[in-house]
């Protein structure tokens, strides 16, 4: 069964660091763009982070510009969210999303194939 599970999240004082890791099982997800989309309670979703297939190239919101770093390690079917300096504002559940038409590299969820089901981040002292 393909899947996007993501792990990584809990409770980090501000200016903290947490890593995000989004690992696919059941396809290849080299073959896929990624992006990282967040929720807080009562917001919409929102993309922060999006890497490319073949490029991996690098898109940030101007939010986390300089704190998030994405990568992807596709010798383990990986992508991972490096955050640095968090905020109490950072604080949402992270879901991983994955497309082939390439939207996601625009924060656009809507030719997702795959989604995660999320990952808790609570920056709080």
Avoid: H
């Amino acid at each position: 069964q393909a899947q996007l599970v993501e792990s990584g999240g809990g409770l980090v004082q501000p200016g903290g660091s947490l890593r995000l890791s989004c690992a696919a099982s059941g396809f290849t997800l080299e073959y896929y763009c990624v992006a990282w989309f967040r929720q807080a309670p009562g917001k919409e979703r929102e993309g922060v982070a999006a890497i490319g297939r073949s490029d991996g190239r690098t898109y940030y919101a101007d939010s986390v510009k300089g704190r998030f770093t994405i990568s992807r390690d596709n010798a383990k079917n990986t992508v991972y969210l490096q955050m640095n300096n968090l905020e109490p504002e950072d604080s949402a559940v992270y879901f991983c999303g994955a497309d082939t038409y390439g939207s996601s590299l625009y924060f656009s969820p809507a030719n997702i194939d795959y989604w995660g089901k999320g990952t808790l981040v609570t920056v709080s002292s």
